[in-house]
DNA sequence: ATATAAAGACCGACTGGTTGGTTTGTTCAC
DNA sequence: GTGAACAAACCAACCAGTCGGTCTTTATAT
């Protein structure tokens, strides 16, 4: 074991300089030298330096969509859904931090062919938080005063921008962090019915006793 | 009037491609070409390409650090001073997208003597946010089972997020989302007694009647 | 007021280093 | 022997930055 295929080396020490340099800011000799690989094995791998950018995306996206859909499936209330992506997301960056960084820094360098098809998984995550949302406001879970699309907005917001200050060794766990964009979001979006029944179930995690 | 010095069109014209391609996507000869300038008069008015980058950096983050130290002397509660902090704050989009997206997506590339400065600007800001909430925590205003740096964060991410997705011409007018953002905020973090007292400001502006 | 000098704004052809990508030839394993 | 990987030289394009020079404005001297 422990043995990673070239590609796989590429991949993580693109990935590791991509985060902190920027896409722009490392080069491919770069890559190749710190991977010990060579500009021959590289192009052998990827067609570009671009694909290779498109595959960082792609393998970040397409999980995140994957996880989205899975909670979605797995529960059976608005609320209970809603939570379940947002923890899920949350989790998300503490494996893929690198990725995310990458996802939402560099993307602008993606050429048309490529940035169109992350494009469309990104908008069918959308789609799911969106749809979660307009199905807790009809089934009376969520303020019927709220706009879907800003909400929606908000959170992916809230969350998304962990990317920028969350540290993995810092002195908050990601659990933690999800603990509360949760209740941040529930005490925002819940009527008030909604809070007194969910008040004791598995999200209501933050109690008086965490920080 | 409305002569705009060289110096102006060129930063006009770089603010736009730098939104639209990203730095590294615009050459200084496009920059040039399109400001209808030429390669002497922009090195007449900029040390170098980076130091533009930093200019457009430095006049975002001062603006909306002042704004924010302004709206922190103009009101005297924690829950009318969050609420004024957050409403300026988002209106800047307005006028300030394309520096904010430049702002967020290319200060990888400030050179390091660049971005020092730009950061001391950045965290003076996030501590006048931490620092309201932690006296509206005081004051009992906001719940005190809330973490200071995380709710400061997830108020600042789902703010700024919205450089991704608003559209100056679009269905939301600023003041729309601003309103909602402030519902959102408050929702979260008041307290029960703080909800009855603030329901009829100024600053409770989501009524049923909005969408 | 006029001539002259100095300063600053601006121009654009040119340069030299960088970098993504190619090519050629080789090694090694299955 | 076929394909995965390496090594190293090579190329062409690109691009930030330079430099010598022009034109305009301002300051100075007579």
Redesign the pocket.
């Known amino acids: 074991m422990a043995e990673k295929?070239?590609?796989e080396r590429i991949i993580d020490t693109a990935l590791r300089l991509f985060e902190q340099y920027g896409y722009h800011g490392?080069?491919?000799?770069r890559i190749v030298t710190e991977s010990?690989?060579?500009?021959?094995?590289f192009?052998?791998?990827f067609k570009?330096?671009?694909e290779l950018l498109y595959h960082i995306h792609d393998v970040f996206i397409t999980y995140v969509l994957n996880k989205a859909q899975e909670a979605y499936q797995n529960y059976h209330t608005p609320t209970e859904r809603l939570c379940a992506i947002v923890q899920s997301f949350v989790k998300v960056f503490h494996l893929y931090k690198p990725h995310i960084t990458v996802f939402y820094q560099e993307s602008t360098y993606l050429k048309p062919e490529y940035s169109q098809k992350i494009n469309e998984k990104r908008d069918e995550f959308k789609q799911v938080i969106f749809q979660v949302i307009r199905e807790g406001i009809e089934a009376g879970e969520f303020r019927s005063e709220l706009s879907v699309e800003i909400t929606g907005m908000s959170i992916i917001g809230m969350v998304n921008w962990t990317y920028k200050w969350y540290k993995p060794n810092g002195p908050m766990t990601i659990e933690q962090i999800a603990a509360h964009f949760i209740d941040f979001i529930l005490h925002s979006i819940l009527t008030e019915e909604a809070k007194q029944k969910a008040e004791n179930t598995m999200f209501f995690l933050l109690n008086k006793q965490m920080v």
């Open positions: 295929t070239l590609k490392v080069t491919v000799d010990n690989a060579s500009k021959g094995g192009y052998h791998n570009s330096k671009d």
